[in-house]
């Protein structure tokens, strides 16, 4: 599966951006998701994971309350709903594929997309 991500910017700490990712091909279905991010000089790290069919949603502790994962599988399309955002928010956003459910884990993601960036000022 490809996927393309977009949806990122620069926001006001307590903003919002909402994040988007499209997958090309028919087995989007067939794949939990995840979001990872990425800030400068720091290794990338897990922020947010959905099941294949959307009933099961995970996050890392430093987003929960504040980031909403979801899925329309008829769209092709994975969500990061991103609340109250703070500066340490900042990084490149990546959404990726898994079949995998050590869905923290960048390793057992097979397919990437080319990141977006957020941006979160003080």
């Known amino acids: 599966v490809q996927l393309q991500a977009s949806g990122g910017g620069l926001v006001q700490t307590g903003g919002s951006l909402r994040l988007s990712c499209a997958a090309s091909g028919r087995t989007f279905s067939s794949y939990a998701m995840g979001w990872f991010r990425q800030a400068p000089g720091k290794e990338r790290e897990f922020a947010a994971a959905i099941s294949w069919n959307g009933d099961s949603t995970y996050y890392t502790d430093s987003v929960k309350g504040r980031f909403t994962i979801s899925r329309d599988n008829a769209k092709n399309t994975v969500y990061l709903h991103m609340n109250s955002l703070k500066p340490e928010d900042s990084a490149v956003y990546y959404c990726?594929?898994?079949?995998?459910?050590?869905?923290?884990?960048?390793?057992?993601?097979?397919?990437w997309g080319q990141g977006t960036q957020v941006t979160v000022s003080s």
């Open positions: 990726a594929a898994t079949t995998s459910r050590n869905f923290n884990q960048p390793l057992q993601y097979k397919s």
